[in-house]
């Protein structure tokens, strides 16, 4: 009998349970793994070894492969993929799943399960992951039927990728990935299709026509570059300044005209203002959470001031806050299509609403001088920002330097920005690797506090390992700066447990083998920085900070400095 090669993919095969995962990974596509190997998942390992279209990334730390997996997600817009091993492993991939589900990125973590006949007895870092993960995974699942795998993994990358994207878990007992079965490889995944109807687009449209001072608000997960750029025509033919949500800055041109800043921690006042003066909120993919919304203050709950069209392409997601008067369920690439498409049937002067926007941001966004040479972190994101690539990619974590990030880069690519909206400290680094591992030909620049870079210090490891040569900079206050602001700000006087003493950052990295300057002026950044670049490897830099200095600007004991709001870490 003959077949084609359209259907020669899908003929029966006989395979060991580990084997048919790794078939089920090829034929959905996937291109790189990370993980801590386990002893849980061994047979899949060795199937791994035959699998050329895989490339195998080992970190040192499972919170790490699991912040690369999610990172993968959102460079790609497909699927990361991580294997944790059982109890442990899975606890401390744990982080990963909550940024992922938080920051709304597809991502899949594969753990392995003690064996089959001893499910239930508590055997050896047994853990029930139905139960554990639950409430940070859109699905959880278990095969002990290996024949069973091609389904429930198809359905993983269905559910990990559509509505309102997110991490599923796997978990592959141990005797199953042995037990030898006949099976058909799945087809690959496909994205599902959720376009705004013709009636939608039309109220749509009048709304937006009618408002005097419309305001766009971009944020969430399943963007792309074209979907980015439809946005920006649409934003453009009907003359809307744009505002985009935390961390995800890089969603609008930061230096387009009708771009007017980010909302979240530290957020210009100018925004606060265009909001609350807002006749209309066009919402796109944002969940209108509390970064969003200040503390769901910022808008009037239930019922906005302003009138409000939310598209989601979670129906779960509209209504459930805030009184909407067009709810849309749709993706924001099916969205961006169709708003793009849309032509005006006036033009709306709103040459005054957006250009004020803009300047404002424009104004909050640029670093003041220093003419004392010392060293100031906004003042040196600031110029980098100028220097760097339109396409450099900057990632962080969480804490108190972030604000400076998010303040002074200007980005200006979609993916250019990989930050946390969960809050994750040592989230920056392992991202930055993934970034680099992705897009070699691209600056990348992974911005760490020393609390933040400490949590993912180890992978300088993983970095000098693969020859992943990305900069971190290392901004040291010796103190967990986010949470010294809070305690000084509603302890005066009462700082505890957020002193740090670090190791010598340089000599650190330099153990590794990677190259590491000490920066002690501020005019001697950026000839490091170049330095850094020249070297080829992995680098990083890093320089001190007053923490008090910073914290009494936070707490808007300095001028033109915004207060940013009460979080766990920023």
């Known amino acids: 009998m003959l077949h084609s090669p359209q259907t020669e993919h899908r003929l029966p095969v006989t395979r060991t349970g580990g084997q048919l995962i790794v078939d089920c990974l090829v034929a959905h596509g996937v291109d790189t793994v990370f993980c801590v190997p386990g002893e849980s998942y061994l047979t899949v390992l060795d199937a791994l070894r035959d ?6 990334i080992v970190g040192r730390h499972e919170a790490s492969v699991a912040n690369m997996a999610e990172a993968y997600g959102k460079v790609t817009g497909r699927p990361g993929v991580c294997f944790v091993t059982r109890g442990p492993g899975a606890a401390q991939g744990a982080i990963g799943l909550h940024t992922a589900t938080q920051d709304c990125t597809p991502l899949i973590m594969f753990v392995g399960q003690v064996p089959r006949d001893k499910l239930g007895r508590e055997a050896s870092q047994e853990m029930d992951f139905r139960a554990f993960f639950g409430s940070t995974s859109k699905w959880v699942t278990e095969i ?14 269905h559910m990990a990728v559509n509505g309102r994207p997110g991490p599923v878990v796997i978990s592959i007992p141990e005797d199953m990935q042995d037990e030898v079965c006949t099976a058909l ?8 299709s ?4 013709a009636d939608a687009l039309a109220e749509l449209e009048a709304m937006v026509e009618g408002a005097e001072r419309p305001l766009v608000i971009l944020g969430g997960g399943g963007w792309s570059a074209q979907a980015v750029d439809e946005i920006r025509g649409f934003a453009e033919t009907f003359n809307l300044p744009v505002v985009t949500g935390f961390r995800r800055q890089d969603l609008f041109d930061n230096t387009h005209p009708n771009y007017v800043g980010n909302i979240g921690l530290g957020t210009s006042p100018a925004v606060i203002d265009l909001v609350k003066r807002a006749d209309l909120l066009l919402v796109v993919g944002e969940r209108l959470g509390d970064m969003t919304t200040q503390g769901y203050t910022l808008i009037d709950f239930p019922r906005p001031r302003q009138k409000l069209i939310h598209i989601h392409p979670g ?3 509209l209504g459930v806050l805030y009184e909407t008067d067009l709810p849309i369920t749709a993706t924001v690439r099916d969205f961006a299509k169709a708003a793009a498409a849309l032509t005006p049937k006036s033009k709306v002067d709103r040459a005054e609403w957006i250009e004020g926007g803009h300047r404002a941001y424009l104004a909050f966004s640029t670093a003041p001088a220093t003419d004392d040479g010392k060293l100031n972190a906004g003042r040196i994101i600031a110029e980098l ?4 690539p339109a396409d450099a990619v900057i990632t962080n974590g969480a804490g108190l330097y972030t604000a400076n990030v998010h303040r002074y880069h200007r980005y200006r690519t979609y993916g250019g920005q990989l930050a946390p909206l969960s809050g994750a400290m040592g989230y920056g680094f392992p991202a930055a690797l993934t970034a680099k591992l992705m897009h070699p030909e691209r600056t990348v620049v992974c911005y760490a506090g020393d609390g933040c870079f400490m949590m993912a210090a180890q992978e300088l490891a993983t970095a000098a390992m693969y020859g ?3 900069i971190v900079v290392v901004i040291d206050n010796a103190s967990y700066g986010s949470i010294r602001f809070h305690q000084e700000k509603y302890f005066p ?4 447990a957020t002193d740090l003493v670090n190791p010598d950052f340089v000599a650190l990295a330099k153990a590794y083998g990677a190259y590491a300057e000490r920066v002690e002026d501020g005019e001697d950044f950026h000839a490091a920085f170049a330095r850094a670049q020249a070297s080829g490897l992995p680098a990083l830099l890093t320089f001190r900070q007053d923490v008090v200095r910073d914290v009494n600007a936070a707490l808007g004991k300095t001028a033109n400095q915004a207060e940013p709001a009460k979080a766990d870490a920023i």
């Open 185 to 192: 490889k799945p087809a690959p995944y496909k994205l599902a």
């Open 468 to 470: 992943i040569a990305v």
């Open 144 to 157: 002990v039927d290996p024949a069973r795998a091609p389904e429930q993994i198809s359905r993983a990358f």
């Open 194 to 197: 959720a376009a705004p109807s």
């Open 385 to 388: 920002s100028d220097r760097l």
């Open 493 to 496: 006087d009462r700082v505890i």
């Open 315 to 317: 129906p779960e997601e």
């Open 51 to 56: 699998a050329p279209a895989i490339r195998v």
